[in-house]
T-cell receptor, first 115, second 112 residues
């Protein structure tokens, strides 16, 4: 149990386009989902915290108009990278929190490459 | 959340125990020690957590010193598939969702 999926697993896009990444909790309901970003050879950095039915809370330095987060249901959160540029190329990872386990479970990550 | 310090890298022979240390000298009384690992190009995986007692599960053992200022994650019989970056994180366990702050972790290389 407690499986989190992400789609797509990898995406390549042209500069200036928008990319949507989905994060799903497959066998539990997640009231809170987190979005992280990881650049090569670096650690995970939290981008935002998303609560179902409310606006996401962004970490300092993360542009909320560039990284749009929607958490419309207890099993799905989406991250849209708008007008992507090469510097947005990174590994994006979501996690979902469940009160049943009182723990965060991580998705497998999405590798974004912007040309 | 308290800051943690881990060695940047360690090697371990396959079949041997891997002992990964973590210092958290500023930990407060109600903060837990969590361990996650991240295999290359995958999301982090929860391993174990504890408050002050030693803990063991099917993956690993966690030894926390009596003063709680440091801990050791033990993989009793390391395999090649245990090669990963291991993160020690200290945080409150309030029963509500709280963010995880990842440090640089320890890169464990298990060799033949």
């Amino acid at each position: 149990g407690a499986v989190v999926s992400q789609h797509p697993s990898r995406v390549i896009c042209k500069s200036g386009t928008s990319v949507k990444i989905e994060c799903r909790s497959l066998d539990f309901q997640a009231t809170t989902m987190f979005w992280y970003r990881q650049f090569p050879k670096q650690s995970l950095m939290l981008m935002a915290t998303s609560n179902e039915g409310s606006k996401a809370t962004y970490e300092q330095g993360v542009e909320k108009d560039k990284f749009l987060i929607n958490h419309a249901s207890l099993t799905l959160s989406t991250l849209t990278v708008t007008s992507a540029h090469p510097e947005d190329s990174s590994f994006y990872i979501c996690s979902a929190w469940t009160s049943g386990h009182n723990e965060q479970f991580f998705g497998p990550g999405t590798r974004l490459t912007v040309l | 959340d308290a800051k943690t310090t881990q060695p940047p890298s360690m090697d371990c022979a396959e079949g041997r125990a891997a002992n990964l240390p973590c210092n958290h000298s500023t930990i407060s009384g109600n903060e837990y020690v969590y361990w996650y690992r991240q295999i290359h190009s995958q999301g982090p995986q929860y391993i174990i957590h504890g408050l002050k007692n030693n803990e063991t599960n099917e993956m690993a053992s966690l030894i926390i010193t009596e003063d709680r200022k440091s801990s050791t994650l033990i993989l009793p019989h390391a395999t090649l598939r245990d090669t990963a970056v291991y993160y020690c994180i200290v945080r409150l366990n309030t029963g509500t969702a709280s963010k995880l702050t990842f440090g640089t972790g320890t890169r464990l290389q298990v060799t033949l």
